[in-house]
């Protein structure tokens, strides 16, 4: 996979992870089964969707090319 196709579907699944985990929150802090320190676009939504997309990133980086 070239690097911008992979750059791009890393970007992409960031974003998506953003929204997912937000989303996520957002249910958790409603159903009062999570601290409300807990907040919407904090510090545990950013790093797993960092996690998240840096993973996509590392096994593509590693494909062998043909």
Do not use: K
């Amino acid at each position: 996979m070239p690097d911008f196709i992979t750059g791009l579907a890393a970007a992409a699944l960031f974003c998506a992870g953003i929204l997912i985990f937000n989303g996520l929150t957002r249910l958790a802090l409603q159903l009062n089964v999570a601290p409300l320190d807990l907040a919407e676009n904090g510090f545990v939504q950013y790093g797993l969707a960092l996690a998240l997309s840096g993973a996509l990133w590392r096994r593509h980086a590693r494909a062998p090319r043909c």
